[in-house]
């Protein structure tokens, strides 16, 4: 997936959260997955190679 197909991704959840076909909680949590995050993009990478990039550990299950 590259950055354009994450916005667009992102604009469907919205979408879907808009129209109350997917809960607040369900939209966040889909946000904030790992699929639509941001630091797995090269482009990001290269843009921010000083910071250090820590990723969030869920376990939903």
Known sequence: MNEV?????????????????????????????QFFDRRSFTQYARDTPNEVMEVDQHDDH
């Open 5 to 33: 197909e994450r916005d667009v991704g992102l604009a469907l959840l919205m979408r879907l959260r808009q129209r109350k076909l997917l809960s607040e909680e369900h939209y966040r949590a889909a946000c904030c997955s």
